[in-house]
């Protein structure tokens, strides 16, 4: 159960979150240098998101620990973030995962045949697995959050493992999945490689995670603690390409939701864009919090979001 002084700590605006971190160098190509592309996340937060020079991928600085992600995720990011209070999964993610569920399956297709082995990475409260047992795949989810892979167990009589070296060392699997995963780890690109260890001959990856390019909304709203990376398509396919993988011809692409193979000799090579630090820079230009408040443009975003909340939470199945 959350701490409510530790929910509270990380809900009060123009404050700092409650961790120290610690400095990191970039997890896609090693450099140290960044440029300061945020300093204050969609709850009006202290929060210093930085870009690497060298490639563009985005983090935040300094890094919370190790040990600082655990709790957090311990006790603090489902209450804080999808209003799980109990013991199992809102009704509002449950229909929302539901959803994302039927998209991510129908763009996979052929890949999910019967038969197939698939690994879904960060399998939440199970609502994929279960779409991929019902197309006779046999199905492997990763999920470090209890409440979520009890209820995956015993709503969808799922097989969850809490971490990936819990997998057999030569278990490979013809379909590996990572929706909105890669974001909230220390080491994206590092565990991008190790999954894409575990894909069989010919077998696909799909990888899924914001867009911190998207428009329509203020730079800020694209920031909170609970991604401690940011992606645009370019940092998404360097990653790829640091693991041996490339975008797979054959399967649609939505900006940073993309399905990969193992490279071909006759693939582009995927590499870090120079200069895309400072295009990054410019298009997130940090907001004054007090300014932003002012303005009253926060109503618009904070009345959406409650909205889709609202929406998923009475959608019928």
């Known amino acids: 159960m959350s701490s409510p002084l530790h929910l509270v700590r990380h809900a009060v605006p123009f404050t700092r979150y409650p961790y120290r971190g610690e400095g990191m160098a970039c997890n896609l190509c090693g450099e140290s240098e960044t440029l300061t592309v945020a300093e204050t996340d969609r709850r009006l937060k202290r929060l210093r998101s930085v870009a690497c020079t060298g490639c563009g991928l985005i983090r935040t600085d300094p890094m919370p620990s190790a040990a600082e992600l655990d709790a957090y995720y311990a006790s603090a990011y489902r209450a804080a973030y999808q209003f799980a209070l109990g013991r199992r999964p809102p009704r509002h993610h449950l229909n929302r995962s ?25 399998s939440g409260s199970g609502e994929f697995l279960a779409a991929a047992r019902a197309r006779g795949c046999d199905a492997t989810g990763i999920e470090p959050g209890r409440t979520y892979a009890a209820y995956a167990r015993a709503e969808h009589g799922a097989r969850v493992l809490d971490r990936l070296d819990a997998l057999p060392p030569d278990a490979a699997f013809d379909v590996v999945t990572a929706h909105h995963v890669l974001e909230h780890l220390r080491d994206p690109v590092d565990t991008l490689a190790r999954l894409a260890g575990r894909l069989a001959p010919g077998g696909v990856l799909y990888a899924a995670v914001p867009n911190m390019a998207a428009t329509g909304k203020p730079p800020h709203e694209r920031f909170h603690f609970a991604h401690v990376h940011g992606f645009v398509r370019q940092t998404l396919d360097a990653a790829a390409g640091r693991a041996g993988l490339a975008p797979h011809p054959d399967y649609r692409r939505e900006d940073t939701t993309a399905v990969y193979r193992h490279a071909a000799a006759s693939d582009a090579p995927c590499r870090p864009e120079p200069g895309l630090a400072q295009t990054l820079a410019a298009a997130l230009a940090p907001v004054r919090p007090g300014a932003y408040l002012a303005s009253g443009a926060w109503l618009g975003p904070m009345v959406r979001r409650n909205a889709k909340a609202i929406r998923d939470t009475f959608a019928g199945r």
């Open 98 to 122: 539901r959803r994302e569920a039927g998209f991510r399956a129908a763009l996979l297709g052929p890949a999910l045949r019967p038969g197939a082995r698939v690994l879904d990475v960060g």
